[in-house]
Each structure stands twice: as structure tokens, then as C-alpha cells.
């Protein structure tokens, strides 16, 4: 199956980063792992999962899983919690015994969750958190409960992962590194040269940033990544506007409809911390006359379904591959492994994959 074939792909946990800023950083940059996924890596992690599932007795279906989502209107964390509910029930635990509750981007909402989950006794907790800086709070109380925890998507500090491993507790992050994304994101551009990039003719990159939360890592590394990927590969940039649009596609095309009528013509690319706000950006460059690939350049992340199409088209420059199958999946490993008494590394690694029109077909196929 080939949503397998891409799911399966484990990465190294990156080194640290520099705080985010609209010029990029100058951090050496984080090592990039293989972006191809083959069959013959696909067959050993299958293995794993099915040996992790055996390892669980059969039991599974008893289990009771609770799965707090950050806000359900996410389209990558909607593809998210499709893929992990549906890997769950393939490994054995049953649809009813698996409840999934939607924080409404409201911290105090999905706390007030969190604690239902406890007093309800769930074997199992699996957390995308509305704010990350909420985690040692949270940890505390599900350690306190003494159930297994396993963080997703949203990464909580180095300081709160060292707690776990100082701890010895079962609790464990499964996620993508954001600076990779961000690198991705800048080599798209970079790859293009400054001839095809520099419309102005100033010899610089002129560009514009659109931020997820300011809250979110994610956002940060994204932010800084893609800026610094361009200036290792020696351009020069400027920052015409950074702008924080949460995710958003409607905040997403208001803030580009802005920046391109203050800016015009000098605005060459687009950068998104994610493909809704992408998506927004798209029908705001379209509104102002422009067109991608001939007088102004536009990435994302994550892949949706729809940004994928429009890479083919060429109506969006490039995105990054949020692999959803590979994290939703190893989370549900990971909580798996928890149950089963087998324990996990703190920090669980997949990889990002560059997406451009020479292999956006084989990515749009991977999601069907």
C-alpha cells in the first residue's frame, strides 16, 4: 500500500536552533536525512509494527485510548487524527475505546479535557497540545495519574524532555523537526537561482513571511530555516514583511492581499509556515494579477492534498511532505510500547520530504 510505503521512514533527532527572525539565523544547519522512501525500508518497520502489536497479547482491544487534538479545523491535524484512529483499530484496539476531543485552540478547554481523560482512568494518553508551554503542567498531572503519555506534532522544550529522561518517565514526543521543513522550504527557492528569482533586479531576494502560532516551535524553526537556507547557499535576502497569520488560510490571504498592495512588484516570494496559510496566499497573489512561476515564487508545508495539485499545476512553487502517515502511525507505536511494557526513546524523529513539480505526481499518488 503506498500510504505504507511513505509512513514508515524514521529520522535522527536534529540539533538545537537559534531563535527565529526575519533575516534567518546562523546556526550550522541540521543534517539532512534521505528524502526517498523504498520498499526495502518499508519492510523491516512493518515488521516492527506488527511485532509491537503481538507483543501487546491481544489485549488491545480493552485498552482505552484518549487523543486530544488541538483544534479540529487544523487540515494537517485533520489528516492526523484520521490516519492515527484508523492505525489504532488496524492494531487491534476497538473504535469505541478510542476517544478523540478537539481543544477548540483553547488551552484551558483541552486541560479541562486532559483531566476528564484522567478521572475517566484511560489506559493511554496521546496529546497534540494547544500550547506547548503547557507541558510541564500537563506531564505532571498524567505522570501523577500514572499513565502513559505520548506527545505529538507540537514539541514541547529540550528543558521538559530532559525531565522525562531524568525521570525515567513513560512519556515520549513523536514528531517531524520543523528546522528540516524550514530548510526544504529555502532550497526550493535556492534551487531556482537568483536569475529566475531576482524580478527587481536588486540582487537580493526579496520576500515575504507568513508565521504560524508564535506559540509553536514549529512556526519558529520554519521561520528561521527557510531564510537560512538561502543565505548558506550564498544569496542575499531581504525581508520585506514577516507576519504571523496562525495557521490560517483567511488570515493567511489577508496578510499577503496587505503585503503585496504596500509592496508590489518587489515582492518575489512568498513564504509559508504551513499550506492553509499557502492556500490563502495563493488566491491573494491571483487577486493582485500576479502568477506564480513567472513574477513571484510560493511555498508551504505539509502536502495537503490540494497544495500537492496545485504544485503540479505550477500554481504553487513547492511544499513540504508533513508526513502524517509516519507520525500518526509511531505514535500509536509508541503508545503501544508503553502498554506493552517496552518502553520508547523520549524523542521519536520522522523525516520531511521535499515536494516540487518533479515529484509531486508520486507524492499526490502516496495520499490517495
Known amino acids: 500500500m503506498k500510504k505504507k510505503l511513505v509512513s514508515v521512514v524514521l529520522a535522527a533527532v536534529m540539533g538545537m536552533a537559534l531563535l ?76 469505541e475505546n478510542i476517544t478523540i476531543v478537539d481543544g477548540a485552540n483553547d488551552q484551558a478547554t483541552q486541560s479541562g479535557q486532559i483531566d476528564n481523560f484522567i478521572s475517566q482512568g484511560v489506559d493511554v494518553l496521546i496529546i497534540n497540545l494547544v500550547n506547548s508551554s503547557s507541558a510541564s503542567t500537563v506531564t505532571d498531572k498524567v505522570v ?72 509553536n516551535i514549529d512556526a519558529a524553526y520554519r521561520t528561521e530555516y527557510s531564510v537560512k537556507a538561502l543565505t548558506d547557499a550564498g544569496f542575499e535576502v531581504n525581508c520585506l514583511d514577516d507576519q504571523v497569520g496562525m495557521w490560517d488560510q483567511v488570515k493567511g490571504n489577508e496578510l499577503v492581499n496587505n503585503s503585496l498592495s504596500q509592496y508590489g512588484n518587489d515582492v518575489e516570494v512568498v513564504f509559508c509556515n504551513n499550506d492553509a496559510m499557502a492556500l490563502g496566499a495563493l488566491q491573494a497573489i491571483q487577486s493582485q494579477g500576479r502568477t506564480v512561476g513567472k513574477d513571484i515564487y510560493l511555498v508551504g508545508v505539509d502536502a495537503l492534498t490540494e497544495v500537492v495539485q496545485y504544485v503540479i499545476s505550477g500554481e504553487i ?52
Open 20 to 95: 527565529a527572525g526575519c533575516g534567518g539565523g546562523s546556526a550550522a544547519p541540521a543534517e539532512q536525512p534521505a528524502e526517498e522512501k523504498t520498499e526495502e525500508a518499508a519492510e523491516p518497520a512493518e515488521t516492527a509494527a506488527e511485532e509491537t502489536a503481538e507483543a501487546a497479547g491481544g489485549e488491545l482491544a480493552d485498552k482505552k485510548v484518549g487523543v486530544c487534538i488541538y483544534q479540529f479545523a487544523d487540515n494537517f491535524m485533520t489528516l492526523f487524527r484520521g490516519e492515527l484512529e484508523r492505525y489504532l483499530i488496524e492494531q487491534g484496539f476497538a473504535k
Open 144 to 215: 501523577a495519574a500514572n499513565i502513559p503519555l505520548v506527545y505529538i506534532n507540537r514539541e514541547p522544550d529540550e528543558a521538559e524532555q530532559q525531565r522525562w529522561t531524568d525521570n525515567n518517565w513513560n512519556v515520549c514526543y513523536v514528531g517531524c523537526d520543523a528546522r528540516q521543513s524550514g530548510t526544504f522550504q529555502g532550497e526550493i527557492i535556492a534551487d531556482l537561482g537568483l536569475d529566475a528569482i531576482d524580478f527587481n533586479g536588486n540582487g537580493k531576494i526579496d520576500y515575504i513571511m507568513i508565521e504560524g502560532d508564535p506559540e
Open 317 to 368: 512553487t513547492g511544499t513540504v511532505f508533513n508526513n502524517h502517515f509516519a507520525q500518526a502511525d509511531s505514535a500509536a507505536d509508541a503508545a503501544i510500547n508503553y502498554l506493552n511494557g517496552t518502553g520508547n526513546e523520549h524523542n521519536i524523529q520522522c523525516d520531511y520530504t521535499k515536494v516540487t513539480a518533479e515529484n509531486a505526481q508520486e507524492i499526490l499518488d502516496s495520499l490517495q
